[in-house]
C-alpha cells in the first residue's frame, strides 16, 4: 500500500500492517435479520427518553462486533524491499548494536525477524492485516471489507471476550467493497440487525465499535452528518457521514444508533493527516442488503448493465434540453452491441425513470439497474427533442460485459480557424471529418473555467452532429434567437466523452 503522506485527500482505515498507509475504499454491508436463516433474535434495546449515554447499547451489542485477522500466502522477500520487514536498514543492525536482540525478537508487524549476514536467501514472510466486522446471524456470518480479506489465505475472528476462532471466506464483492465470512462453530453468536434507511437523520447519534490501530473493541461516538455523500469512488457511492472517531483499522465495523441497529459500515475518511478530523464515511445498510445475500447464496453478485456511460445533470444542462429540472442522467454515449444500444437509446438522451419510478442522478441511476438484475425486463423513461419517450429493453449481464470502448485519434486540419465568439472558442474541421478540433478557448471564458481544452473535439452542440464550422453557427445562431440561453456541447478527448453546457453570449 501507499504511504500516506500530508495532502489532504480520501483514506481508508487499515487494510494491511500496522505499518501500511492509508488506500481509500469503499464499503457495502449489511442485512436485515429477516433475510438470514437465524435461530436467534437480533440485539434489540429500547432508547431511553433522556441521554444517559452509550453504555447501553455498548454492553448489548459489543459481542456481536469482532476483530477480523487475515493471513496471506508465504512470500520470499529480502530486507532491501521496501514494505517488507526493515528495508530502511534496521534490520541489518550491527550484532553488538544495543537494539539488535529487540529487532531480532519481534521483527515487524506479522513477519519473521530479519536475515542475519551477507548474501544469504530471501526470507520467507506471511503478510498480515487486520480490521473489524460483525455477525448478522447466530449461526456465525460475519460482514467484513473486501479490501481487509482480499489476498488473504487464512482468516480468523477475535470475539470481545478474547476468543480466536477460524473462519471460512463466503464470497466478496471488490465493486462494493463487501465481503462475508462464516464461522463454523456450535456455539450461538449474538448478532445485530440494521436500522431502516428512512429512520436515519441528520443529527442522529452513532455509535462506532471496531478494532482501531489493533486495539479491539474501542468505541466512539458521534452524530450523522450527512447523507447520500458521493465522494467519487465508484458508480454506487451514497455514503453516511459522520463525525465519530473512525481510525485504520476500524474498515468493516459497525455504527450503531441507540437502539443497536447498525446504521452503516465505517469504511473511509477524510483527512490531511491520515488521522481522524471528525470526517468519516459509512454505508448504509441497504445499499448492501442484497450484495450481502448474494454473497451468501452464490458466493458472488451479479448485477445488471445497461451499457451507457453517463453524467449527472446540473441547472445549465437541464435549461440547454429544455427539462424542467435538474435531475436524470445524461447519455455521454451508448457502448456499442449493449443493451442500451440495441434498445434505440442516444447520445444526448436524459434518462429520467425507470419503471415509472424517478432518476434522482446518474449514481441513482447505476444502483437501480445494477439492484434490478441481469435479465430483468426494464422500461425507461428518457428526454429526447423536448418530449418524453418510453423504451423497452432487457438488462445485459454486469460480469459479463465487454466495456472497452475505441480511442479515436483527431487531429487539426490544416486549414483557417475560424471562431466561435459567443462561446470563446475558436475551431477547425477534423481531418477525420467527424466533429470540430478546439484550436483555442478563451482564459477568460466559460469554456475554460469549465475545463475544456486546446485539441478536444466537439462532437456535437444540443444534440446536433457537427461535421463543419457552419453546422456549429447555424445551432448557435438558432439558440440565440430562441429563449435558452445555454448550448450543449458534447467534448471528447483523452478523458472520455462528456457533455458541457456554455452560456451563449448574444451578438
Request: hydrophobic share 40%.
Amino acid at each position: 500500500m501507499n504511504e500516506a503522506n500530508n495532502s489532504t485527500r480520501l483514506k481508508t482505515i487499515l487494510k494491511g500492517s500496522a505499518a501500511a498507509g492509508l488506500v481509500a475504499a469503499v464499503v457495502y454491508g449489511g442485512i436485515t435479520g429477516s433475510a438470514i436463516n437465524a435461530f436467534a433474535d437480533p440485539v434489540q434495546i429500547e432508547a431511553p427518553a433522556e441521554n444517559p449515554g452509550f453504555a447501553d447499547v455498548v454492553s448489548a451489542v459489543s459481542p456481536a462486533v469482532v476483530s477480523v485477522r487475515v493471513r496471506g500466502e508465504v512470500k520470499q522477500v529480502s530486507d532491501n524491499v521496501p514494505g517488507y520487514g526493515f528495508g530502511n536498514g534496521l534490520g541489518r543492525l550491527p550484532e553488538n548494536h544495543p537494539l539488535r536482540r529487540f529487532f531480532d525478537q519481534f521483527g515487524g508487524p506479522g513477519f519473521a525477524a530479519p536475515s542475519q549476514g551477507k548474501g544469504e536467501a530471501p526470507r520467507e514472510v506471511r503478510p498480515m492485516s487486520q480490521g473489524s466486522g460483525f455477525f448478522i446471524s447466530d449461526d456465525g456470518y460475519v460482514v467484513t471489507n473486501n479490501h481487509v480479506v482480499d489476498n488473504g489465505s487464512e482468516f480468523s475472528i477475535l470475539l470481545d471476550d478474547g476468543t480466536e476462532l477460524d473462519a471460512s471466506l463466503v464470497g466478496k464483492d471488490s465493486r462494493t467493497d463487501l465481503a462475508v465470512l462464516k464461522v463454523d462453530d456450535k456455539r450461538n453468536f449474538t448478532y445485530v440487525d440494521f436500522a431502516e434507511d428512512e429512520d436515519v437523520r441528520v443529527g442522529d447519534w452513532v455509535v462506532a465499535v471496531g478494532n482501531p490501530f489493533g486495539l479491539g473493541g474501542s468505541v466512539t461516538a458521534g452524530i450523522v452528518s450527512a447523507l447520500g455523500r458521493d465522494i467519487g469512488t465508484g458508480p454506487y457511492d451514497d455514503y453516511i457521514q459522520i463525525d465519530a472517531a473512525v481510525n485504520r483499522g476500524n474498515s468493516g465495523g459497525p455504527a450503531f444508533n441507540l437502539n443497536g441497529e447498525v446504521v452503516g459500515i465505517n469504511t473511509a475518511i477524510f483527512s490531511p493527516s491520515g488521522g481522524n478530523v471528525g470526517i468519516a464515511f459509512a454505508i448504509p445498510a441497504y445499499v448492501a442488503q442484497d450484495v450481502v445475500q448474494d454473497l451468501i447464496d452464490d458466493g458472488k453478485v451479479e448485477r445488471g448493465w445497461l451499457g451507457v456511460q453517463i453524467q449527472p445533470v446540473d441547472a445549465e444542462i437541464a435549461e440547454s434540453l429544455g427539462l424542467r429540472e435538474d435531475r436524470g442522467a445524461l447519455v455521454v454515449e451508448p457502448m456499442q452491441g449493449s443493451p442500451a444500444a440495441r434498445a434505440g437509446i442516444e447520445t444526448g438522451d436524459v434518462i429520467i425513470a425507470l419503471n415509472d419510478e424517478p432518476i434522482e442522478d446518474a449514481s441513482d441511476l447505476s444502483v437501480k439497474i445494477a439492484s434490478a438484475g441481469p435479465s430483468s425486463e426494464v422500461q425507461l423513461s428518457v428526454w429526447r427533442d423536448g418530449e418524453t419517450k418510453s423504451i423497452d429493453l432487457t438488462l445485459g449481464n454486469l460480469a459479463k460485459a465487454d466495456v472497452n470502448t475505441a480511442e479515436s485519434q483527431d487531429t487539426i486540419a490544416p486549414s483557417t480557424f475560424q471562431a466561435l465568439p459567443s462561446v470563446g472558442l475558436t475551431v477547425a474541421p477534423s481531418q477525420e471529418g467527424n466533429g470540430l478540433v478546439i484550436a483555442k478557448v478563451d482564459p477568460e471564458s466559460d469554456a475554460a473555467s469549465q475545463g475544456i481544452f486546446e485539441g478536444e473535439r466537439i462532437a456535437s452542440i444540443n444534440n446536433r452532429k457537427v461535421s463543419d464550422i457552419d453546422d456549429a453557427k447555424a445551432i448557435l445562431n438558432n439558440v440565440q434567437k430562441s429563449s435558452r440561453e445555454h448550448a450543449l456541447f458534447q467534448i471528447e478527448g483523452e478523458r472520455g466523452s462528456r457533455f458541457v453546457a456554455l452560456p451563449i453570449q448574444q451578438s
